[in-house]
Each structure stands twice: as structure tokens, then as C-alpha cells.
């Protein structure tokens, strides 16, 4: 099999819009899971002991099964109920409610670390429960879980090209689509997984300055 | 300055900073005057009634040990108590109840002429809620052994924190106080400094600034001066000697620092067991202590 440099020229501004729709199924989806995942955590601290254990229950199912099916779920048995949408959209939520359950984790832990002298001095000072939660326990929660925040922004963009099972083409189907039409596996598959990897080392790179910015204090 | 005996009929709530009230004439007049001359350490300080504080039969466990059984005490308006005692004897949850960081399990606090863990319901005395707890805690302010300051904000905003959100201040005049405050404590330069960057015994002037600047009217300092190097320690209790003198808070005061308990209190109270064992004048307790218990306490205490 030969390399054809000619064909990779051709096929790589599809595989671009490819790896397009891929950024911006991640970026979206880590925005919602961002969101929701301190959804999750705040509702897991409310006083009621059923509420919270359903908030536990759904959020524990939703991280115990496999992103495909849950992909399925929202793009073929959602319509059933009258609720279309399409592939992209249903992809970016799917993405971010799967992604939120491990969010919600990474705040908790935050939430946790925060040292018991925090809160008492929050008591001390009277402060009101909302500012206590946003000047006092958020910001600096927040500022130790970025670096696994990061981490998690990386593992969903390696999770992007299961997107392709409810038809998002997204670059890894965009590369199938171009192999299929010429037979030819090699040029675009490479590719795929050359551009993977510039943006992942980007990212990682950029995670690691994060990391180094935000450890040391 | 010697307790006052004008208890307050009642404690009244927190006002807002500049609110001329005539009902205060006499302390509005005195904090005018301070400011004027210009003495920022003076004018900094919350002058006004400050109330007394009575433990009737209170009771405190973890679980299965009881740290207070049934204990009774009182501290007079402005008095400066200092509570002594081997560990565990109790003397930190006597701090942290008043402050409301620990649950009351059986008797009564008193602040002033108000219950502090109760409220009136129809004439029946109930448990506190929170806007009780609330009202009730900006009487009092605490001063805590590992300085608990806001480490992700500078110096200036967690002297500002409070007085803009708890008390309703406008910015300009928390600022303008926390300067004042800050200037007493001698780190007027230190306001954009993070507390990271500062050293432990900065941070815990930092940590009093904080407390003054809600204007409580109680003060309680727990073992303020444990957690640091040596020779940090005479800076801050300097500082606290100085608050004593020049301010009529009620301060209620956990220290192993005898020298210091010395200086700073009216009143000193060996404890043992969540039990008062023996109690007096500074200089009678650490020059005559009439217990057995005391004189070993003492004894430990000095020899280390």
C-alpha cells in the first residue's frame, strides 16, 4: 500500500470540518457538563436524605453505563416522546450530561478539601449562606479541581468520535466517509489520528500550564 | 478599662456604620471624638455596651463523652476572662458554642439580656433558628488558632468581606475602616498582599482585624498565639493587650500563655473536666492558686 499525497491534500479540508464539528461537540459539551456537574454537586448537598439519594442514584447510572447507548438513548428513543433533535445537539447534551457525572465528582472532592476553618470562619464572620458558597467555598474549590477539569476536557475530545454511531460527522466519520468513496483507509485514518494527537498534545500542554499555575498555591 | 456597670436592656442589633443614633448618644459621641484626633488604632476599636455572658446548666457531648456537664458561669459586661485548663478540659467548646460553631445539647446561653441558642415562641422558649442564630452571632466575633483567612482574597477584601455583606456597609466605608483596622495592627502596607504571603503572625493580625471590623461586641480568642513561632508570638499578644486596653469588648480568652492571661484578663478560670476548679483575679490564681488541681496545672504549664 502506498501513501498518496496527492488524495491527502484532497481529503484533508473535510476531514478539517471534520475535526471542526469534533471541537466544537467537546467545547460545548464540557461547557454543560461544567454547569451540570455543579448542578449535581449542590443538589447532592441539599438536607434532604431521599432527594439526595436520587440525585446519587441517577448520577451513579448515568456514569456506570457506556457513552454509546446513552448517545442512542437521546437521539432514537427521545423522538418517540416528541423530543427531536438533532445529531449534533444530541450529541453535545449527551456528551455533557455524561461528562457532568464525572464533573460533580471532581467539584465534591474540591468541595471536601476545603479545610474545616473555612466554613467556621465563614460562621464567625455571619456571613449568608450564598456568599459563603460564592466569595468564600467555590473560588477556592474551583481553583484546586482545575487541573482534573482539564483532564476530563481532553478525555471527552478522545470520546468525540463515538458521536459518529448517531451520525455527527465528526472527523473520524468524515474520514471513514472519504475511505469508503476511494477505497483508500490508509490516508484518512492517519490523518484522523494525526490530528488528534496535535490537539491533544496542545491541550495537554495548555492543562499542564494550568496545572503549574494553580498547584502551587 | 474596668467593666462597665451599665448592662444594656437589651443587645441591640448591629447598626449600620455611620448611622447617627440617639439612643447612643454617650459611644457615638466618645467613637467621634477618637476619630477626630486622628488616632487611627482608637477610632478603629468598637466602643459601646457590650453585653454579659451566662452559661446556666449547660451541657455539651461528642458522642459518648461529655465535655460540659451542666456548667454554670457568668462574665460581667466588658469583663476580660481568660479560661485555663489542661486539654480537653473544655475550654474551646466554650468558645466555639458561643460562636455557634458546636450545637448546644442541654442549657442556656445568655448574651446580654438574649438567649443565644433559644428564641421566644408565644411566651415558650424553642430552639433557635437560623435568623435568630443569625442576629444573635453579630454580637460576637472569634479569633481563631490557625487564622482562617480567606486565602483567595487579599488582605483589604477579607476585612471587607463581612462589613459589605453582613452588615450592609457601603464599600467606601468598609474600606476606609479596614484601613483604619489595618493601621493598628501594623500592616497598613499590606492590604493587596495575599495571606499566603504573609507571615503567621501577620495573618493573625490580619485575622483580628477581621474580626474587629464587624464591630462585635464580644470577643473570643482561641489559643490565638498557639500556632506560631516563637518569636511572633510577643508581636500579636502586644496588639491583643493593646485591644484590651483601649476597647470595653467582653473578651472570653483560651490560651497556655500565662504571662499573657496575666496581662489581658480581669478574671481567670481553671478548668478541669468541663468543671470550673478554681477561679480569680489573675495574680491570685498564678500567685496563690488555692487548689491542688491548679498548682499541678501550673506547675505543668510553666515547667514546658
Known sequence: MQWDWNYTWDILPDLLRGLRTTVLATIFGYLIALVLGMVWTLLRRSPSRVFNGAVRWVTEFIRSTPLIPQLFFVYYVLPAWGLTIGPLTAGIITLGIHYSTYTAEVYRAGIADIPRGQWEACTALNLPRSRVWLDVVLPQAIRRVIPTLGNYLIAMFK??????????TEMLLAAYKAGTESYHMLEPITLVGVLFIIVSVISSILVRRLERRYATN | MPPTDTAPEAPTPEESEDAAAPAEGVSTEKKGARKEDGDGAAAALPHGDAPGIRFEKVVKRFGSNVVLRELDFAVEPGERVTLIGPS??????????????????DGVIWIGDDT???????????PANQKHLHEMRKQV????????????????????????????ASKDEAVERARGLLDMVGLADKENAHPSQLSGGQQQRVAIARALAMQPKVLLLDEVTSALDPELVVGVQDLLRDIARESDLTMLCVTHEMNFARDISNRVLMFDQGQIVEEGPPDRIFGEPAEQRTREFLQAVLAS
Open chain 1, 159 to 168: 470520546d468525540s468520535p463515538q458521536l459518529l454511531v448517531i451520525q455527527v
Open chain 2, 88 to 105: 480537653g478540659s473544655g475550654k474551646t467548646t466554650i468558645l466555639r458554642l458561643l460562636m455557634t460553631l458546636e450545637k448546644l445539647d
Open chain 2, 116 to 126: 443565644l441558642w433559644h428564641m421566644d415562641k408565644g411566651g415558650r422558649r424553642v
Open chain 2, 141 to 168: 466575633g472569634m479569633v481563631f488558632q490557625q487564622f482562617n483567612l480567606f486565602p483567595n482574597m487579599n488582605v483589604l477584601r477579607n476585612l471587607t468581606e463581612g462589613p459589605v455583606r453582613v452588615l450592609g
